[in-house]
Each structure stands twice: as structure tokens, then as C-alpha cells.
């Protein structure tokens, strides 16, 4: 089975609308398509520009249900949401979560103490080593946390910090074992997000040693595009099936209605 889960539609960051999302899954052949956009419970409530409003999350519900019902029944539409941890609002979000029909949530860290970590380059350049690699350590407390937390289904790019181009000059694998750690503690899975290969990190997120550490402690994967277009779809799914195998995973899961389901994971180089 192949699909998309992480897909952004114009009710964030996307630029299209969500039927011409669905218009070109088929068109490529996927069996699922799972809409996600972004949605950030701010501690005060304001709106951010690339997310959409905190109000407008029935609306979006809405209209991800009429897309399905519309689209005919050769493609499974999902109702997903990328939401951000927040230590602040965690409480409420897992309250405002927890009444909806989704059939998973992403949980992403994009936001480290009000700083924002892929917004622009820009915004890491007038940081020191000193202080990037503190904001690096801290975004790993922050996806310890977001598993703890136990609202999310899957963890969105992890190593965002990455994006572009810039490294910890010290060594943070006791954060990232620690946040691995208690991924798989909470039952989450690990996307492999294609996106990362077309920004300056030039690789997928997260790094093959981290997927190695989610291996070991036999924490699930499945491939997303991270799309913002239709194009995107699909976008390096061969070369990610090809790397998750070559790292000795055999299994993708899938979601419906929050829970979880294991099925080979799709091998290019067979049948
Ligand atoms: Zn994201
Ligand atoms: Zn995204």
C-alpha cells in the first residue's frame, strides 16, 4: 500500500485546494491520501501566518469530510493534523483533540522557546554555535516531551534542526536517545520525511542513524512528502522504501480513526 499522510492544503500552508490534492493522488495511484495541516494552540491564542486559525478547526474537519466523500471509493481520504507540541498548551490541545473524528495526528516541534527553528535561514544566522546548539538540545527535550505527552500518533521530520544546513557542534545523542527512548515508550511512529532532500540538509528527515535507533527499539515507520503542492506527492517515495530496507525495516503503519495498522512496506526492486 502507498500513501501520503503528511499533506498541506490551502487551509495552512499549502497552495492548493484539498480536492486537487485528492485529483492527483489518483493520478499517481495512491491508495491513501491523509490531509494535515498545520494547527498550533499558542499560549495566547494568536494566529500564526502558516497555520490555520485556532477557530477553524470544525471548518477544516468539514471540509476534509465532504473531499472524502466526494472522492469516490478507489482512494481512501484520511482526516489528519500536523499540530505542534507546546508544552504550554499541551493540556488543551489533547482536550480539543480528543472529541474529533481524526484518524491521526502528527506531532511536530517547529517552535523552541518562541524561536522558530525552519521558518528562514535567516532567522539562525546572527545565533552563536553556542546558542544554535543549545536551541538543537532543546528541540530534543521538546520531542521527549511531545511523546510523553501521548497526543500524537506519529512524529513529524524529526532532526528538523537540520533544514538548513546547520549542525550541533557538541554531542546531543543523549537527548536524541532519550526522546527516541520515549517515542517508543508511547506506542508513536517515526515518519521518514522525504522533504529534506530538497533543502540544504540535502537528506531525508530524520537521519539514517536516527532511523538505526528506531530500528533497534522497533519503533514503526511509514514515508510521507511533507507535500505544499500537488506535485510533491509522492516526491522520493522509491529511494525512501529503498533506504528504510536497506536499514532492515520490513513493516509501514497506517492509520484509521487513531489507530494503528502494520503491512509490508512497499519494495521497488520486487515485483
Ligand atoms: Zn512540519
Ligand atoms: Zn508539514
Known amino acids: 500500500m502507498i500513501f501520503s499522510y503528511h499533506v498541506h492544503s490551502k487551509w ?16 499517481i495511484g495512491l491508495d491513501e491520501i491523509g490531509i494535515s495541516d498545520h494547527y498550533v494552540l499558542t499560549p495566547d491564542r ?27 471509493s478507489d482512494l ?43 521558518d528562514k535561514a535567516e532567522d539562525w544566522a546572527p545565533l552563536s554555535q553556542k546558542e544554535r546548539d543549545q536551541i538543537i538540545r ?61 533543502y540544504a540538509c540535502r537528506e531525508q528527515y530524520p537521519s539514517s542513524g536516527i532511523l538505526e535507533g528506531c530500528r533497534k527499539r522497533r519503533i514503526p515507520v511509514l514515508v510521507n512528502d511533507d507535500a505544499h503542492t500537488p506535485e510533491n506527492l509522492g516526491r522520493g517515495y522509491i529511494e525512501a522504501y529503498r533506504l528504510l530496507h536497506s536499514l532492515g525495516f520490513k513493516e509501514q503503519v497506517s492509520y484509521a480513526g487513531r489507530m494503528r495498522y502494520a503491512d509490508p512496506l512497499p519494495n521497488p526492486d520486487e515485483g
Open 12 to 27: 495552512s500552508d499549502g497552495t492548493s485546494e484539498i480536492t486537487e490534492y485528492i485529483k492527483k493522488a489518483r493520478e
Open 46 to 72: 494568536s494566529n500564526l501566518s502558516w497555520c490555520m486559525p485556532i477557530d477553524a478547526l470544525d471548518g477544516y474537519i468539514e471540509s476534509v469530510q465532504q473531499a472524502s466523500g466526494e472522492a469516490g
Open 76 to 118: 481512501i481520504v484520511r482526516l489528519g493534523l500536523e499540530a505542534d507540541y507546546l508544552p504550554e498548551t499541551a493540556g488543551d490541545l489533547a482536550d480539543e483533540l480528543s472529541m474529533r473524528p481524526f484518524d491521526y495526528i502528527i506531532g511536530s516541534v517547529h517552535i523552541v522557546d518562541g524561536f522558530s527553528i525552519d
Open 138 to 198: 532543546e528541540y530534543w527535550v521538546r520531542i521527549r516531551q511531545m511523546a510523553q505527552s501521548r497526543i500524537f500518533d506519529f512524529a513529524g521530520h524529526l532532526d528538523l534542526t537540520k533544514k538548513f544546513g546547520i549542525y550541533p557542534s557538541v554531542d546531543i545523542s543523549p537527548e536524541i536517545d532519550a526522546a527516541l527512548d520515549a517515542i517508543a515508550g508511547s506506542g508513536m511512529a517515526v515518519e521518514l520525511n522525504t522533504a529534506g532532500w530538497y
